[in-house]
Each structure stands twice: as structure tokens, then as C-alpha cells.
């Protein structure tokens, strides 16, 4: 089995600075697809921002997403993984605390940004291979 680095290593990984604008950096989301960023300060990981944070700290706050920075919108502290974490104790995080985003880290140095699509495309592949495996089995299988 592979570690949860594996799954996201070969990913370019979009990241924002504490001091970019919320806009800069939501065109930058929407462009990739993707529902949250990690935000770093001098390299390190300071928070993820998220299309949550960008609705419930921008958008019903009315603030204006050319003069906020990320940095004061972001959410602090996020929980992260490390490289060798198994699938399953990721999906036990964000189930617990309801975010599809984690911060894979060595210390406080950024390495991947996991997200629950990642996890769950890698669970469909491990059962698709399964599938594949019980149907040549079955196919092989001399009758009775």
C-alpha cells in the first residue's frame, strides 16, 4: 500500500501567501478546480483556505476581496498528516472534523495538500482492482 504522500506527490500543488489578495487567490482556485489551499508564511504552513472560508469571512461579511489577504481570512491551525499516515486515519480526520482538506507536513515544511478526492479516487482504484481480480477468478475457475 502506498503512504498518503505517494497519492499527491506527483501533483502540482497550487499555494497561497499569507499577504496575497483573496481574489488572487480564488481566481487561482477557480482556474485549478479546486476548494481549498494551503497558505504559507516564509514557507511554512499557516493555514488553509477554503471556499467556506471565502463564503462565511468574505462573502457574508461583505468584505472586499481585493483588499482582504488570505492571511486574515484564512483558517489557522489546520490539522495536518504526515508523509507515512494511512488512508484510513486521514478519512477518520476529515470525518471528524467535517473538512475535505489536509495539509501533508514534515514538521511545520509543507510537502502535499491532501484532498478527500484524492483518498476516494484511490479507493475506487484498489476496488476496481479487486473487481478485476475476482472476475478473472471467476472466468478461470473451472466448472463444476
Not at 1 to 22: F, G, T
Amino acid at each position: 500500500m502506498c503512504s498518503i504522500y505517494d497519492l499527491v506527490k506527483e501533483q502540482e500543488m497550487c499555494v497561497a501567501d499569507v499577504d496575497d489578495n483573496v481574489m488572487e487567490v480564488a481566481r487561482a482556485m477557480v482556474e485549478r478546480n479546486i476548494g481549498a489551499v494551503p497558505v504559507v508564511r516564509e514557507g511554512r504552513l499557516a493555514g488553509v483556505f477554503s471556499e467556506r472560508d471565502l463564503m462565511r469571512r468574505i462573502v457574508v461579511e461583505g468584505r472586499d476581496p481585493h483588499a482582504t489577504r488570505v492571511g486574515e481570512v484564512m483558517t489557522r491551525e489546520p490539522l495536518s498528516v504526515s508523509r507515512n499516515d494511512d488512508l484510513e486515519h486521514c478519512l477518520v480526520l476529515m470525518r471528524e472534523h467535517g473538512f475535505r482538506h489536509l495539509p501533508i507536513c514534515e514538521g511545520e515544511r509543507l510537502l502535499g495538500f491532501l484532498s478527500l478526492r484524492d483518498l476516494l479516487l484511490r479507493d475506487l482504484s484498489e476496488k476496481d482492482d479487486e473487481v478485476k481480480l475476482m472476475r478473472a477468478y471467476i472466468h478461470s475457475a473451472p466448472e463444476l
